[in-house]
T-cell receptor, first 113, second 111 residues
Framework: DGGITQSPKYLFRKEGQNVTLSCEQN?????MYWYRQDPGQGLRLIYYSQIVNDFQKGDIAEGYSVSREKKESFPLTVTSAQKNPTAFYLC????????????FGSGTRLTVV | GENVEQHPSTLSVQEGDSAVIKCTYSDSASNYFPWYKQELGKRPQLIIDIRSNVGEKKDQRIAVTLNKTAKHFSLHITETQPEDSAVYFC??????????FGTGTRLQVFP
């Protein structure tokens, strides 16, 4: 299924709760990314990692955290500090630096209840 | 930082007509410009890309043009079909490979 797996597909969060979105790839890609998709706003970068044990903030990192302990895995935690977390979250990977397109996961739809 | 603007936000065409989506970017150092297609409820998929040393690239009914001087690039779809209906995103990046996306164009092709 494209080599990059996101889980769960749907996630419901209560107010004040932290939740973690999973992203796993078996493409041997070095770089991994998290984007948030809201209607009419395209894809906005949350965090990215170009190598294990290193990651950088994107444009909308506040209220989110990540880790990159393994090359294959790049989980995203949505913390209670994120005031408007309801969105579609997409994980992507690419082979590394340079001019290569992304492979996207199938996404996680997060809803606050 | 880089900013990518995309127009129009929605586009409706008759089957068989052509569709053109335009993007402008702000960082003159950007050198890679991919286009993604996202069908309803699915993941974005790369459909074509162009690098800054090329002015035009074609793949069957799809073409992309790049004007580095004006800092804009366009997606052209000819002989549109209903299955072309989707949201299309442009993006731009420099050598650091972090893509900045446009806001998307919803294309509807009517039979």
């Amino acid at each position: 299924d494209g080599g990059i797996t996101q889980s769960p597909k749907y996630l419901f969060r209560k107010e004040g709760q932290n939740v973690t979105l999973s992203c796993e790839q078996n493409l041997n890609h070095d770089a991994m990314y998290w984007y948030r998709q809201d209607p009419g706003q395209g894809l906005r970068l949350i965090y990215y990692s170009q190598i294990v044990n290193d990651f950088q903030k994107g444009d909308i990192a506040e209220g989110y955290s990540v880790s990159r302990e393994k090359k294959e895995s790049f989980p995203l935690t949505v913390t209670s500090a994120q005031k408007n977390p309801t969105a579609f979250y997409l994980c992507a990977s690419t082979i590394g630096r340079g001019q290569y397109g992304y492979t996207f996961g199938s996404g996680t739809r997060l809803t606050v209840v | 930082g880089e900013n990518v603007e995309q127009h129009p936000s929605t586009l409706s065409v008759q089957e068989g007509d052509s569709a053109v989506i335009k993007c402008t970017y702000s960082d003159s150092a950007s050198n890679y410009f991919p286009w993604y297609k996202q069908e309803l409820g699915k993941r974005p998929q790369l459909i074509i890309d162009i690098r800054s040393n090329v002015g035009e690239k074609k793949d069957q009914r799809i073409a992309v043009t790049l004007n580095k001087t004006a800092k804009h690039f366009s997606l052209h779809i000819t002989e549109t079909q209903p299955e072309d209906s989707a949201v299309y995103f442009c993006a731009a990046s420099k050598d650091t490979d972090k893509l900045i996306f446009g806001t998307g164009t919803r294309l509807q092709v009517f039979p």
